[in-house]
């Protein structure tokens, strides 16, 4: 009998295809618009996910995101070196300095002041020049997007980025960049630089001439949520680990943004819209197979078999369309990288867009199923 | 397999049966009495509305007689449960549809094969026993065809669709499980 409810599904390709692309559409919207606003979220704290090695960040009790750059004493860096459990800690200088470009513009930059000797917390991607060239004289490395977004237009009309070579200056200082590197886009979308810790201090207004971060790794083994309590009492200071600091991130940003509610609605409406067209189709199926079914009915079929047999066709419909609608949102996602869009697909994502759609389909089977059931065999005879 | 062979096919006694229709109601049967021979061709004839289909679904266990009984193959169908009822069908009921093609989506061969399927056969010895019999039929080259492109077998000297569909108000009781009664419904018209 399943034989014959695939053969009644696949039979009929106008209506197949008419249901395959309502619920592919429907496991669209709803992966789609949720991956929009994930993606969103995570460039909260994408500058901390793209500062792969540090455990800790410890910085001023106050700071609500990590674009709020509030000054630490220096004398602090000892302090939390000296914690129990700290294999190493590192400066780490953040601010929003002004760069004047090569044709004269002012911009603002987020600059990251990077410790000397290591070079802890430079970029991990370079796509030109290596973070060792930061010792050179002068040196920066921008972000591929502010190199992008310094463009100047040349005689000719044509765009020209920032390149390796090219000369800015920020606040009076010769900056020279010495590469470009990939970095995420963060939520506040400033353009990125880095440079050394002392270069930065040169580069920042006296009164800004302080230590933004500690960047701090844990002994191995040891435990983080104890190392940042210990921070935090002998120091005074806040002490997160990466995975809390990013949290403390995400949460100022939703709770003090309208875009939670904002997607939440646009999400919402996905899934309703989403639901409606898969139902309908789905149920549309059933309802127009409902003289086969008492067909069935008549030469024997039980009640139980119909059921079954909806459900299989429910199942086999939901899961392609379900394939379908999530390859299309990745391929989405793919298509805009790299660009202003943000896009992220969880893999709790692809489970509640798995669950919304059975959902839908299952209901819509069960709405058929009951009027399956109520079918009156005599109806075969009635023309 | 209900009964033996001296049982008679069908035995109706006293069959009433009316439908509402708004607040009146119309009387379709009234009081009818049939019996039927086991091997027996029989054939009903009468003015539309006389109440043919009405009494053909009855014995084939589809509608219920609002008075009276009906055995078939010696089963009181009254005695049968729901599901005993479908079961019974399934088993000993050939029905050849009026104006419908049965399942668009299946070949002539799956479709004949349907009732063997429903009986628990599994599909392809199924399918062969079906294109078996509609060899006998004259339609062996047709079997993987799909009814609905099926009238072109007319112009080919084989039966017409038409044929096939002859069967306003007919129908079977078998005492063996067909694979579809179709094609014995041809033969026996032929
Ligand atoms: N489900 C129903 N509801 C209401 N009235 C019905 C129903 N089925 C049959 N009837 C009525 O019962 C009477 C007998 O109908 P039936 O279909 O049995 O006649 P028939 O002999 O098969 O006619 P035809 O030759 O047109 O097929 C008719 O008056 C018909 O209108
Ligand atoms: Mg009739």
Redesign the interface.
């Known amino acids: 009998m399943n034989f014959i409810a695939l053969q009644m599904l696949f039979g009929d390709r106008g209506k197949y295809g008419a249901m395959i692309v309502g619920i592919t559409f429907a496991a669209l919207i709803m992966t789609q618009q949720p991956a929009i606003f994930f993606g969103l979220l995570s460039r909260t704290y994408s500058y901390i996910e793209d500062m792969t090695l540090p455990d800790i960040w410890v910085m001023d009790p106050t700071v609500q995101f990590v674009e709020e750059n509030k000054p630490l004493r220096d004398t602090e860096l000892q302090r939390v070196r000296g914690v129990a459990g700290v294999a190493w800690a590192t400066p780490l200088f953040k601010g929003m300095l002004v760069a004047r470009l090569p044709d004269g513009a002012r911009k603002v930059i987020d600059v990251s002041g990077v410790d000397d000797a290591t070079l802890i917390g430079a970029p991990n991607v370079m796509l030109e020049g290596k973070i060792t060239d930061l010792r050179q004289d002068d040196a920066i490395i921008l972000d591929l997007e502010a190199s992008n977004r310094f463009a100047t237009t040349g005689p000719d009309g044509v765009k020209h980025p920032v390149k390796v070579g090219d000369v800015l200056e920020i606040n009076d200082h010769r900056a020279v960049v010495v590469g470009i590197a990939k970095m995420r886009r963060t939520f506040t979308t400033q353009p990125l630089a880095f440079t050394t810790y002392t270069r930065a201090m040169r580069y920042a207004p006296a009164q800004r001439r302080q230590l933004t971060y500690i960047l701090v790794k844990a002994q191995p083994g040891a435990a983080l949520d104890e190392i940042t309590a210990r921070i935090r009492r002998e120091t005074g200071l806040a002490a997160y680990t990466a995975a809390a600091f990013k949290k403390v991130n995400l949460d100022y940003w939703m709770k003090n943004t309208g875009i939670p509610i904002n997607f939440g609605i646009s999400v919402m409406l996905g899934f309703l819209v989403g639901a409606a067209i898969a139902g309908q189709s789905f149920f549309n199926f059933v309802r127009e197979s409902l003289r086969q079914f008492a067909a069935l009915k008549a030469m024997g079929v039980r009640n139980g078999t119909l059921v079954r047999m909806v459900l299989l066709q429910a199942a086999v419909v939901g899961s392609i369309g379900y394939g379908f609608g999530i390859g299309l949102s990745a391929l989405f996602g793919v298509a805009i990288r790299d660009s202003v869009l943000a896009y992220y697909m969880p893999w709790q994502l692809l489970l509640s867009t798995a669950a919304g759609v059975a959902l839908i389909v299952v209901l819509a089977a069960l709405v058929g199923i009951r009027s399956v059931i109520r079918l009156d065999p005599a109806t075969v005879f009635r023309s | 397999m209900e009964g033996s062979d001296t049982t008679p096919a069908v035995v109706c006694r006293a069959i009433a049966k009316s439908f509402e229709v708004g607040a009146g109601k119309v009387v379709a049967l009234r009081g009818i009495d049939l019996d039927v021979p086991l091997g027996e061709l029989m054939m009903l004839v009468g003015p539309s509305g006389c109440g043919k289909?009405t009494l053909?679904?009855i014995i084939?266990g589809?509608?219920k007689p609002d008075e009276g009984c009906c055995a078939v193959l010696g089963v009181e169908l009254a005695s049968l449960s729901d599901?005993q009822m479908?079961?019974?069908?399934?088993?000993n009921?050939g029905?050849i549809?009026?104006?419908?093609n049965?399942?668009?989506?299946?070949t002539i061969a799956?479709n004949v094969a349907?009732?063997l399927?429903?009986?628990g056969w599994e599909?392809h010895k199924a399918a062969r026993r079906a294109e078996a019999i509609l060899g006998e039929m004259g339609l062996g080259g047709r079997t993987g065809d799909f009814w609905l492109s099926f009238p072109a077998a007319s112009s080919r000297g084989l039966p017409s669709p038409a044929l096939l569909r002859m069967s306003r108000?007919c129908w079977f009781a078998t005492s063996r499980p067909a694979p579809s009664i179709m094609p014995r419904a041809l033969r026996l018209w032929r």
């Open positions: 289909t053909i679904s084939a589809i509608l599901n479908i079961d019974f069908r399934g088993r009921i029905f549809f009026q104006s419908f049965l399942l668009p989506a299946l799956e349907v009732p399927i429903i009986n599909r108000g």
